[in-house]
C-alpha cells in the first residue's frame, strides 16, 4: 500500500444504499419525531426562551390572519371626474398683475367652463388654431350680501394662424415713456397648451396644438434677486398688438404723457400740441403750485422735447406701417382681415362673486374691444 492512501472498508452494520429518485417518490416520507421537530425549531429561533407555540396553535393563527383579510371591503370614494380643459384659464398667465395681487385672483374657484365650451364642436373656437392670454380687471363686485373689490380674471382669445405678436408693451400712467419689448426679454412666451387627456403623450404629438397660451418662467420666488424697476416692468406689462390694415383708420394720439422730475415732488400731466398753447399750459401749472415759478423754462423746454419725440415715433409708425402694407402676402393680409379677439368672463357660481354687470368689451390699449365677451 502506497503511503496516503486511505483503504476502503465495509461495516456489515452500515444502513443499506438509498434506493434511486424514482422508487423513493412513492415512498411516504417519515414523519420527524416530536424531539427532532423541537430541535428545528429551537435551531431556528436561536433561544430556549422563543419556544413556538405548539403547530394547532400556529394553524389557529393562521386561520385568523385569513380571516382578516376576508374582511368586506370599505365602499370605495369616488371623486368627480375632471374636465378635459378644466384648468386652461388657470395655465394662462395674468399678463400685468402685480405680484402681491396673484393669490387674490385664485382666492375663489372661478369657473370658465363657458371657454372649455367654446373649443366643443358648435363653439366660437371649435377646430380653430387660437392663442390665449390672461389678465385681471378689479372691480367692486357683491359676494354673500358684501360688496368687495375683487381681482377678477379674464381670458383674451385671438383666433389667428399666426401668433398675434412676439412682443410685449410696458406702459403705466408712472412711467415717462413707453417701452415695446420682445417677449422673450421679459421671460414670455407663446407655449402649446396640454389638455389633461393628453398630459402623457410623445412631444411629437403636441405638434398639431390648435391651443397655445401666453406663458411666463418668472417665478415669484426669484423677484427678491431682481432689482425693483424689473420687478415693476412685469406689473405694467399689456399684451402688444400691431393691426397695420386698421392703422389708417385710426388718428393718431396728439397727447404726450409728461413727468417733469423735479423735487420734491414731479410734475405729472397730459400735454396735446394741437389743443394747448404752451406758454397758458404752463401759467396755469405755476398758478395751481404744481410747478415752481423759477422752472417754467426749463419745463417749457422740457414739453418741446417730448413732442419732438413723439411726433417722430408718429411719422416712423406711419412710413413702417406703409412698408410692411408693401410688403404683405395676400395670406397674410387675409388671416389680419379674419383675426377676431374673444374675451371671457367666469361663469357665475354660488361660490363666486357674480361679474355679469361688470364686463366691458375693452382689452387693452394695443388691442382695442373684443368682438365678443363671453
Known sequence: ?????????????????????????N????????????????????????QPE??????????????????????????????????????????GTEWDQLDMV???????????????????????KVYLFGCTEPQLVSFQGQGKVTMIPVVVAVVSPFPPSDKIGIKSVQRETEEILPMKQMKMDWVPYIPLEKRESQVERLKKSQIFIL?????????????????????????????????????QSTVVQILYPIDPKPVFCEFDWELDELEEFTDKL??????????????KDFVKEKV????????????????????????????FENMRFYKFYPVSTPDTPDVSNV??????????KAHRII
Open 1 to 25: 500500500m502506497r503511503k496516503g492512501t486511505k483503504r476502503k472498508t465495509t461495516h456489515k452494520d452500515a444502513p443499506p444504499e438509498k434506493p434511486p429518485a424514482e422508487e423513493q417518490k
Open 27 to 50: 415512498e411516504p416520507s417519515p414523519s420527524p419525531s416530536r424531539a427532532d421537530e423541537d430541535n428545528y425549531l429551537q435551531d431556528r429561533t436561536g433561544d430556549a426562551e422563543h
Open 54 to 95: 405548539p403547530s394547532n396553535k400556529v394553524a389557529a393563527k393562521g386561520r385568523r390572519k385569513r380571516a382578516k383579510v376576508s374582511k368586506p371591503e370599505t365602499e370605495a370614494e369616488y371623486f368627480p371626474e375632471k374636465r378635459n380643459l378644466e384648468d386652461l384659464w388657470q395655465q394662462v398667465f395674468p399678463v
Open 106 to 128: 385664485y382666492q375663489y374657484k372661478w369657473n370658465f367652463s363657458n371657454l372649455e365650451d367654446a373649443f366643443e364642436e358648435g363653439g366660437e373656437l371649435f377646430n380653430k
Open 215 to 251: 406663458s411666463c418662467t418668472q417665478r415669484r420666488a426669484g423677484l427678491k434677486h431682481l432689482k425693483l424697476e424689473r420687478v415693476k416692468k412685469f406689473e405694467y406689462c399689456l399684451p402688444y398688438f400691431y393691426q397695420p390694415l386698421q392703422e389708417d383708420e385710426l388718428e
Open 286 to 299: 405755476i398758478e395751481e403750485e404744481e410747478l415752481p415759478a423759477d422752472q417754467k423754462e426749463p419745463f
Open 308 to 335: 419732438r419725440e413723439a411726433k417722430k415715433a408718429n411719422r416712423e409708425a406711419r412710413e413702417a406701417r406703409k412698408k410692411a402694407l408693401t410688403e404683405m402676402s395676400e395670406e397674410t393680409r387675409t388671416a
Open 359 to 368: 364686463k366691458s368689451p375693452f382689452i387693452n390699449r394695443y388691442y382695442g
